[in-house]
């Protein structure tokens, strides 16, 4: 297997090669997960600090229960009430980090590049788990993993990602590993819900959701990112989901065995109908947070084997 990183970051760095050396250690694991088997202890005798500067249930659950599967020491800061909230510095915060010297280290952050510049200051491998509208990505590496085993295959699909582009971190991250695997990504929302420059990414964008739908393989549906809006960036809930709703009259210009995802939370009734996502045969929601474990499993010991490859550096 492939996979030379140091640090995960973001999908940018990453080779094609890397991410499916990625997703077929976690297909391994998935498996493995679902047969309840005893998992090897591959990171036995390593630490895990989880640091999640913003709330985030599912994904600090999926990374703890992925260390803890793998036989790591697990241990999540509370940064909501730390001494971050009492004026400490990001920088102290590694410093503070280095001193306890953990192997691995989760990081969610709502400022862009925080994550980055805490990898360059502590002696450990970084997993980023979201940091600002930058990057998420375990979220696209399990994204992809959920298509790839609903698809049989991750390259040469038509992918349409709705909603909310210009907020989502989830579809910045999507939109480069799709792209690295030859999949043709087309991005429909309102023009106020669009980042400037996207057309450099290579993909289509659309405004009407019907036609930007048409005979698709994937819809990949967004949450409106709220608390990262400044201002009236749709006239209501009603009227976005009357116009960006997933809902089975728009479904049906994608392909007939399109699946169906969101990476959640949900906000029903406003980007996706209820009855969609609980669909049994289209949507693969429940999938992805499956999916979630096994990607962050695969991660960590991928990391962990490149950790102790290295000498451990004593950093000041």
């Known amino acids: 297997?492939?996979?030379?990183?140091?640090?995960?970051?973001?999908i940018e760095p990453l080779h094609p090669?890397?991410?499916?050396?990625i997703l077929d250690l976690a297909d391994s694991y998935a498996e493995q997960n679902r047969r309840r088997v005893q998992h090897k202890n591959v990171l036995a005798g390593l630490t895990q600090i989880n640091m999640f500067f913003e709330n985030s249930t599912r994904t600090q659950a999926s990374f703890e229960l992925a260390g803890k599967r793998l036989g790591a020491d697990v241990m999540n800061m509370?940064?909501?009430?730390?001494?971050?909230?009492?004026?400490?510095t990001l920088i102290d915060t590694a410093l503070t980090l280095?001193?306890?010297?953990?192997?691995?280290l989760v990081v969610r952050h709502p400022h862009s590049g925080a994550v980055d510049l805490l990898a360059q200051k502590v002696n450990c491998a970084v997993l980023n788990a979201g940091d600002g509208k930058h990057e998420h990505p375990t979220q696209a590496l399990l994204d992809a993993l959920t298509i790839r085993r609903a698809k049989g295959r991750l390259h040469r699909l038509s992918i349409a990602i709705c909603g909310d582009i210009a907020h989502s971190r989830v579809a910045r991250s999507n939109?480069?590993?799709l792209g690295k695997m030859e999949n043709r990504v087309r991005l429909i929302g309102p023009p106020t819900l669009m980042p400037s420059g996207i057309g450099e990414f290579g993909v289509e964008?659309?405004?009407?959701?019907?036609?930007?739908?048409?005979?698709?393989?994937?819809?990949?549906?967004?949450r409106l990112q709220k608390e990262r809006m400044d201002g009236g960036f749709i006239p209501s809930?009603?009227?976005?989901?009357?116009?960006?709703?997933?809902d089975a009259e728009k479904l049906g210009y994608a392909k007939s065995d399109a699946i169906v995802m969101h990476p959640g939370p949900m906000n029903r009734g406003v980007?996706?109908?209820?009855?969609?996502?609980d669909d049994i045969n289209r949507s693969v929601i429940q999938e992805q947070v499956e999916m979630g474990v096994a990607v962050r499993m695969a991660a960590m010991d991928l990391l962990a084997q490149n950790l102790r490859a290295k000498p451990k550096e004593v950093m000041v």
């Open 17 to 21: 090669t890397e991410i499916t050396t």
């Open 237 to 246: 809930e009603r009227e976005y989901f009357h116009r960006y709703g997933l």
């Open 205 to 222: 964008v659309f405004e009407d959701m019907r036609e930007g739908l048409r005979d698709v393989d994937v819809v990949m549906m967004l």
């Open 271 to 277: 980007e996706i109908d209820g009855n969609i996502a």
């Open 175 to 177: 939109i480069m590993l």
């Open 1 to 10: 297997m492939t996979f030379r990183q140091q640090h995960l970051l973001g």
């Open 78 to 88: 509370g940064m909501q009430a730390s001494s971050i909230k009492k004026g400490e």
């Open 98 to 104: 280095n001193a306890m010297h953990p192997d691995l």
